[in-house]
């Protein structure tokens, strides 16, 4: 199949599925975008982009009015019409920690109802080492068609961050693994079209797989460690952050920045992908379990510092008014998906105390479904107790007069507890005792 013939179905208009779309329609491909929604697909289609993303509304508008990008509901009919389908949909865990596979099986089932000959089935939804094989292959085979004989299957994760996905997207090396050689060699030829980094092509598709889990890995692991060893440094009455800072001036040490807890649909999810698999084949993956228990605890390792700095100034939680600066899981960005603010507000709450929440950037409606009210900068800051969740821009132009309640949690180390304290506050933060 000739490159100048690719017609491209990508499945899922999300944070990652409308840009790769987006970009694959500005590099000349025609491009069907495919959604179970039918808000997101009518906002496409009138060139207008549901994902807040810098760059992307102009982009979407663009290769939508170049006729390059249109959208549809209808998944079966844009598999059909196409040869290239590219399945980007979410890949969350269950209650147990388990992957849910279910949008992929979905979005491959579809797929698999207008597979022919000579298409390559491309997936960069984030998956447990081996899922192209075990899951995605049997279904696609059921049709009868045999992949490398009839049909590719490759594997490339995305690898961006929201806010600058689209830099990102054009600019970071891309992994790529294939069921076969040449499906790998035709995926790389494709995204060589639409990234200036560095296409690297791994032996297999599962080694691919693992690759992306590895990533996300390292970075969960490596927090937990810091915010570890913060608690810890909080025990024994030493600023963590001045410790790390002086620690890493070693030229082999280079230890991460404590803070809340993780968040975000990557670094919090996929070490739970190689957990599963390890687990199956027998490898208990302790270090990998452990980091993410550290990381997911930090939240109420929050709600104790809290309730600490309130009785140190003869309050008590339950009754307080706390207020919570943040609830996208980092800086400047709208994305709150498993954000460190959630079980935190939900721990409050049950605590008795009355919480109210401000975040810029993050939709009303999402801090409404925590079951509190967002309010503005200056009502949050109000409170008997505010705790800064966030390292939004806005945020960094707190001063010690307005904490009017006299006790600022800083999660954060983007403020000077010293400038707060000489104030007169109760400063407290992870890592800062």
């Known amino acids: 199949m000739d490159m100048d013939d ?10 990652i ?8 329609a500005r590099a000349g491909f025609d491009v069907t975008g495919v959604d179970i929604s039918t808000e997101t697909v009518e906002k496409v289609n009138i060139g207008k982009s549901p994902v807040p993303e810098p760059g992307l509304d102009e982009l979407v508008a663009e290769v ?6 249109r959208a549809t ?13 590219v399945v980007v949909v979410p890949t969350p865990v269950n209650s147990d920690n388990t992957s849910d596979l279910s949008a992929v099986i979905s979005a491959t089932e579809t797929i698999s109802e207008g597979l022919k000959k000579g298409d390559l089935v491309i997936i960069e939804s984030t998956v447990p080492p081996g899922a192209c094989e075990n899951v995605v292959l049997p279904i696609l085979e059921k049709t009868g068609l045999r992949a490398s004989r009839d049909f590719g299957l490759a594997y490339t994760p995305e690898r961006a961050l929201p806010n600058n996905t689209l830099h990102e997207m054009q600019n970071n090396a891309r992994v790529i693994g294939g069921i076969d050689g040449k499906s790998a060699d035709m995926a790389a030829q494709l995204y060589g079209k639409v990234t200036r980094g560095e296409v690297i092509v791994v032996d297999d598709i599962i080694t691919a797989e693992m690759v992306k889990l590895m990533e996300n890995t390292y970075r969960d692991t490596n927090i937990a460690l810091a915010n570890e060893l913060a608690v810890i440094c909080e025990s024994l009455g030493i600023d963590a952050i001045k410790a790390i800072e002086a620690a890493n001036h070693h030229p082999r040490v280079n230890l991460h920045t404590p803070g809340p807890g993780v968040g975000g649909h990557c670094l919090s999810i996929d070490p739970y992908f190689i957990v599963e698999m390890a687990e199956k084949h027998g490898v208990p993956a302790r270090l990998i379990r452990t980091a993410r228990e550290v990381n997911e605890s930090m939240p109420f390792h929050v709600l104790d510092i809290i309730r600490d700095a309130l009785e140190s100034a003869g309050r008590d939680l339950k009754g307080s008014r706390v207020g919570v600066l943040g609830v996208a899981y980092k800086g400047d960005v709208a994305d709150a998906r498993e954000t460190p603010t959630r079980p935190l507000v939900a721990a409050l709450i049950s605590e008795g105390a009355e919480v109210v929440v401000n975040d810029p950037h993050v ?10 009210e967002p309010v503005s900068l200056e009502e949050a800051l109000e409170s008997d107790c505010v705790v800064l969740m966030t390292d939004h821009s806005e945020y960094l132009e707190i001063t010690p007069e307005m904490i009017v309640g006299g ?18 506050i109760v400063f407290r933060g992870v890592g800062r005792p």
């Open 407 to 424: 006790i600022f949690i800083c999660t954060r180390p983007v403020l000077d507890p010293e400038e707060f304290r000489e104030h007169g």
């Open 17 to 24: 599925g409308l840009p790769t779309a987006a970009l694959f």
């Open 363 to 372: 939709d009303p409606v999402l801090i409404k479904e925590m079951g509190v």
């Open 6 to 15: 690719y017609r491209i179905a990508v499945f899922g208009l999300g944070h």
């Open 73 to 85: 509901v209808d998944g079966v009919s844009a598999a059909e019409e196409s040869n290239v389908m």
């Open 64 to 69: 939508v009015g170049k006729g390059k990008l």
